[in-house]
């Protein structure tokens, strides 16, 4: 099993940025594909970026160009840097590990952009 903490969601202003951090622990970390997915309100969470163990980052194309998504496998860590924020990416954002279908998720932390 892992165990996730998403850190890092806050109160922004549009065009302005954040930095995600997902810190996990109690398995091997460099094994897992990792991933952030979101959910906003009254809507189905949806994937937001993935960092597959050895294979190439995926994003949805909604935040294509302005997210990236990376991974410190030294640190158990997996990162989403978020630039020019718009209000439609306010979400409580979860990180998530997958290992051979086992899926685990974080909690999630929240993203609010507005004015």
């Known amino acids: 099993q892992v165990q996730l903490v998403e850190s890092g969601g806050g109160l922004v202003q549009p065009g302005g940025s954040l930095r995600l951090s997902c810190a996990a622990s109690?398995?091997?970390?460099?094994?897992?594909?990792m991933g952030w997915y979101r959910q906003a309100p009254g809507k189905r969470r949806e994937l937001v970026a993935v960092i597959p163990n050895g294979g190439s980052t995926n994003y949805a194309d909604s935040v294509k160009g302005r997210f990236t998504i990376s991974r410190d496998n030294a640190k158990n860590t997996v990162y989403l840097q978020m630039n020019s924020l718009k209000p439609e990416d306010t979400a409580v954002y979860y990180c998530?590990?997958?290992?051979?279908?086992?899926?685990?998720w974080g909690r999630g932390t929240l993203v609010t952009v507005s004015s």
């Open positions: 109690g398995s091997i970390f460099s094994w897992y594909d």
């Open positions: 998530n590990a997958n290992l051979g279908g086992m899926q685990y």
